[in-house]
């Protein structure tokens, strides 16, 4: 079965394209593994169309595959990040004399 692929933006032109491609596969799995290849990517790029030939010809609405970036969470911060507090700090100050 022939599975055609649209990007948002050629990667080599960054610009719109018609179609961008094609690649034959049985599954929906085996075609998306077989794009990836072929753009030599690890993961799917943004706003990609992927559906089969005989569904364009019969007129069914391709599906957007949406992938954004999820943010990584933020590490959390150990003890020695944070810093001193302000009685730490009052204590340093008293401890050298400095008030």
């Given amino acids: 079965m022939k599975w055609l692929f649209k990007l948002e933006n050629d990667l080599e032109i960054d610009m719109p394209t018609a179609w961008s491609g094609f ?7 085996e075609a998306y593994k077989a794009i990836l290849a072929k753009l030599g990517v690890d993961k799917m790029p943004t706003n990609t169309i992927v559906t089969t030939q005989s569904d364009l010809i019969a ?3 391709p599906k957007k595959i ?6 990584k969470p933020t590490p959390k911060k150990a003890f020695t990040d944070i810093g001193m507090t302000f009685d730490q700090a009052e204590e340093m100050l008293k401890k050298f004399g400095l008030k």
């Fill in 23 to 29: 690649v034959n596969a049985d599954t929906k799995n």
């Fill in 59 to 61: 007129g069914k609405a």
């Fill in 66 to 71: 949406r992938r954004t970036s999820t943010p």
